[in-house]
């Protein structure tokens, strides 16, 4: 079994399809930042055929509408990690999409109160600029994104920001081994 982790690709894919095509893994987890700049049927071709590709949204997959949306389609939406997990030979994988946001949750600061927006309802009256500001909120790691996997198991957590505050910040122990992959380092804390 090979699973790849990496992240921070920013638009330039071919460095993972090197990867894939010398590694041959069962599955390539995507950390974010993916940017694409084209369909991802396209941006990704040379790697979608030969393995499994799961992801989570860093913090400039929201930076335009385009690269939002871009990951919002079918073909990629069943690799979405974003607060359930995935088994990928026997390993329970989990996600949270995002960064902590000031204002939405920034550990060790308590959560703000309220819920997720559940936001792009586009309409006529509705700018760009408006829509954009909303996916960037939408992209924050909110309380209840957490809470959603409280009750999951999982071998290893993945996410776009280190998480060196989530074990402690709802001063709840969570089930799983502590075992982290973020875009900017691999961490083992198995307790």
Known sequence: ???????????????LWRAVERLRPTALVH???IQLEEEAEQALADVLPHT???????????????YYLRLQVPRLSSGCLHGRVLVVDGLRIAG????????VWRPPERPCPGHKP?????????NEDSLLRE????????????EALWNQRADVLVCHEA????GTASGRSTSWRRRWAC????TDTAT
């Open 1 to 15: 079994m090979t699973i790849l982790f990496a992240g921070n690709a920013y638009s330039d894919h071919r460095w």
């Open 31 to 33: 950390l974010g930042d």
């Open 52 to 66: 499994r590709f799961l992801w989570i949204a860093g913090n400039h997959d929201y930076d335009t509408l385009d």
């Open 96 to 103: 949270l999409c995002g960064w902590f946001q000031a204002g």
């Open 118 to 126: 559940w936001i792009l309802r586009f309409s006529a009256t509705r």
């Open 135 to 146: 996916v960037r909120r939408s992209g924050a790691i909110w309380w209840e994104d957490y």
């Open 163 to 166: 998480p060196s505050c989530i």
């Open 183 to 186: 875009a900017g380092s691999f």
